[in-house]
């Protein structure tokens, strides 16, 4: 099993950054595919970011590049998610997620089913 627990959020103005955390533990996410889904209140869950076992390879959202960047330390079992210029449309509860079937794999998914492991969220709120 493996549980993900995300952090970082918070309440913050438009144009500010935040950096988002996702700590692994139970069993390590280092051969794993990661990624990152936000929910805005009343929207389906969306995909943002997704990051390779390696870190090699990375896919973001059409909506988040240029802003967003996921990174990886397997070394410390934590996925990140660095986001810049925040805007009020940003504002959702940010998910977490490993996809365990996608084991030292080069392939990158954005659909949410492809994962099987999810944090409880984080809440970033962005003031305008």
């Known amino acids: 099993q493996v549980q993900l627990v995300e952090s970082g959020g918070g309440l913050v103005q438009a144009g500010d950054s935040l950096r988002l955390s996702c700590a692994a533990s139970?069993?390590?996410?280092?051969?794993?595919?990661m990624g990152w889904f936000r929910q805005a209140p009343g929207k389906e869950r969306e995909f943002v970011a997704a990051i390779t076992w390696s870190g090699a390879r990375t896919l973001y959202a059409d909506s988040v590049k240029g802003r967003f960047t996921i990174s990886r330390d397997n070394a410390k079992n934590t996925v990140y998610l660095q986001i810049s210029s925040l805007k009020p449309e940003d504002t959702a509860v940010y998910y977490c997620a490993a996809d365990q079937s996608n084991y030292r794999g080069s392939y990158l998914s954005p659909m949410s089913r492809s994962y099987n492991y999810w944090g409880q969220g984080t809440q970033v709120t962005v003031s305008s």
């Open positions: 139970g069993r390590t996410t280092s051969n794993y595919a």
